[in-house]
């Protein structure tokens, strides 16, 4: 049997660059390896401080466009399972069975938990939820046994608490029913938004969407941050940490290697402008997204929500296996 693969995607909006390179290249260069699991993880987005109690409403058509996304990208429904969490009420109580054996002040001191608090300016005004969103995700990748994860940058120290959660009940029961879960974390762990902005976000606004049109990225490019004290084309710029060349290595084609590396060269000595290098990385980007556009024709909502449908059903099937066992090793079945 082929080893299992699981992630997965909180629809709070639509997939962006910054997902390819952190994650979906990793899957779809694993699909046909691993027998690969996808979890769309709508719960999760009712803990998102951003989504108030008048966006809840917002996170079901989220989950279809998210998932058209990654059908988009190529990650087919004869390769990939997608399953919904709301769907599968087993994965809450794995999760409330996992929360008796990690402490409140473990699960504070979750470092993406923390900094999120932090950027956010949250306070204390975030919901249990929000904290227990490390229980809730090995619920999600230990329902189907995930061995191997790839997920972007931030989700490392998730990851690292549902491997603590899995090493602890394969002790509790003196047995391996879970896997011991692999991290792969994306060529590009965090993509720079075009705002500048260390990482690239939906709440900040510095993105381009897998979905967006030519003239949305040209929009969006022609408004990319560069390099702040290049006053004039004439002047010497810096290459390292500036998106258009961060963007430019990220996704363009083996063909244009060549010429990036010139525009390298001429914009370190002041020989090319900054609109010239936008308008190449716009064909550029144009080029990348293309095959995703004519693929994403191909999926109308009745088509995604079909497919949502089946690989629930059989994810489900693996849930309630997952959590018998579980429960199992505590003694919980009369």
């Given at each position: 049997m082929k080893k299992r693969l699981m992630t997965g995607f909180t629809p709070t909006g639509k997939l962006h660059l910054g997902h390819y390179v952190g994650n979906l290249e990793n899957l779809l260069k694993l699909k046909s390896e691993y027998d690969a699991f996808l979890i769309l993880a709508d719960v999760h987005a009712l803990g998102t401080p951003s989504f108030s109690n008048l966006r809840y409403a917002e996170i079901q058509g989220y989950t279809i466009d998210v998932t058209r996304d990654l059908l988009s990208v190529g990650l087919s429904e004869d390769e990939v399972t997608?399953?919904?969490?709301?769907?599968?009420?087993?994965?809450?109580?794995?999760?409330?069975l996992f929360?008796?054996?990690?402490?409140?002040?473990?699960a504070l001191r979750n470092p993406t938990i923390k900094d999120e608090i932090k950027v956010k300016e949250l306070g204390d005004q975030f919901s249990l939820g929000f904290v227990n969103y490390p229980m809730y995700q090995a619920a999600d990748i230990l329902c189907v046994k995930g061995?191997?994860?790839?997920?972007g940058k931030d989700q490392e120290a998730h990851l690292e608490q549902a491997r603590e959660i899995s090493k602890t009940f394969n002790m509790i029961g003196k047995n391996n029913n879970f896997p011991e879960i692999k991290t792969l974390i994306g060529r590009v762990g965090k993509l720079i938004g075009t705002d500048g902005n260390p990482k690239m976000s939906k709440s900040l606004g510095n993105t381009i969407f897998?979905?967006?049109?030519?003239e949305e990225v040209?929009?969006?490019?022609?408004?990319?941050?560069?390099?702040?004290?290049?006053?004039?084309s004439t002047d010497p710029g810096t290459v390292e940490g500036n998106p258009l060349f961060i963007y430019l290595d990220a996704f363009?084609?083996?063909?244009?290697?060549?010429?990036?590396?010139?525009?390298?060269?001429?914009?370190?000595?002041?020989?090319?402008?900054?609109?010239?290098?936008?308008k190449y990385l716009i064909s550029v980007l144009n080029e990348f997204l293309e095959p995703i556009r004519e693929r994403r024709k191909q999926y109308d909502d009745a088509k995604v929500l079909d497919i949502l449908k089946k690989g629930t059903e059989k994810a489900r099937e693996e849930a309630k296996n997952t959590l018998r066992e579980v429960k199992e090793t505590l003694k919980l079945i009369y």
């Open positions: 997608y399953y919904v969490e709301s769907e599968i009420p087993e994965i809450y109580e794995l999760a409330a929360s008796m054996y990690v402490s409140h002040n473990r061995e191997m994860v790839p997920v897998l979905s967006a049109s030519p040209e929009k969006k490019v022609m408004n990319m941050y560069t390099d702040p004290k290049r006053i004039h363009s084609a083996e063909v244009h290697k060549n010429q990036i590396e010139q525009y390298k060269e001429l914009y370190k000595e002041g020989k090319v402008g900054d609109v010239e290098l936008k």
